[in-house]
Nanobody, 122 residues
């Protein structure tokens, strides 16, 4: 069974940094674009960032551009480096893989992790 497992969430003060990781259970994910989404309480899941399979192209939501960086640590792991965190970044963060179509839409992705909580205090 294919799995994506996120880790690295936690509580941080505003202005701080966190590093999220997403480990895939199968090497086949090295051929897929992989993305990060987040969902705050009472809100819809929103796009954060995506990276292509060769890791030479990435795209970010405007709200995180310049503060977050997505990268591939190895063939099976995608990392989201978050800095200058704000209270509005508080959410459950999910990684996803294998998008078809608009990679900014959650419905385009086939595989999802279980999520990791990020809480930014003011």
């Amino acid at each position: 069974q294919v799995q994506l497992v996120e880790s690295g969430g936690g509580l941080v003060q505003a202005g701080g940094s966190l590093r999220l990781s997403c480990a895939a259970s199968e090497r086949l994910f090295s051929n897929y674009p992989m993305g990060w989404f987040r969902q705050a309480p009472g809100k819809e899941r929103e796009f954060v960032a995506v990276i292509n399979w060769s890791a030479d192209s990435a795209y970010y939501a405007g709200s995180v551009k310049g503060r977050f960086t997505i990268s591939r640590d190895n063939a099976n792991t995608v990392v989201l480096e978050m800095s200058s965190l704000k209270p509005e970044d508080t959410a459950v963060y999910y990684c996803a893989a294998d998008p078809e179509g608009d990679y900014t839409l959650p419905t385009s992705y086939t595989y999802w992790g279980q999520g990791t909580q990020v809480t930014v205090s003011s």
